[in-house]
């Protein structure tokens, strides 16, 4: 096969594909930890996430994964990871919906301005 960069057209352009899928898996690794410590060890609390990401959308996860298949997509330019990329973005959306409405139910105070998965969108 032809290497990526070449296939890409630019070294510059493998590079700046290649930090957006680590900013997104970072962003991505950062949710999970702020949803671990949202529950006391032993307790069965429930909270309202708060921090990166979870300030405009329910599910920052969803939304940083989907970033970082978008990013695979456009280096590997193959049908297989863009069928990959619209699948898993339609079912992690449904499940952030889910959770949205979850969430919403939950909390009185959750925050109204607050999208599912796509920030001031969806």
Wanted: proline letters at 7%; glycine letters at 6%.
């Amino acid at each position: 096969g032809t290497p990526l960069a070449a296939k890409l057209g630019s070294p510059v352009l493998l590079a700046l594909l290649t930090g957006v899928f680590l900013f997104a898996e970072v962003s991505n690794l950062s949710t999970h930890i702020t949803l671990r410590n949202l529950r006391p060890p032993g307790t069965r609390v429930r909270r309202v996430p708060h921090g990166y990401g979870f300030d405009l959308v329910s599910c920052p996860n969803y939304l940083f994964e989907t970033i970082a298949w978008v990013a695979v997509a456009a280096m590997t330019r193959s049908l297989a990871s863009v069928l990959f990329l619209v699948v898993s973005t339609g079912q992690m959306y449904l499940w952030a919906v889910k959770k949205h409405r979850q969430y919403k139910r939950e909390f009185a105070d959750y925050p109204k301005s607050r999208k599912a998965m796509i920030p001031y969108m969806l």
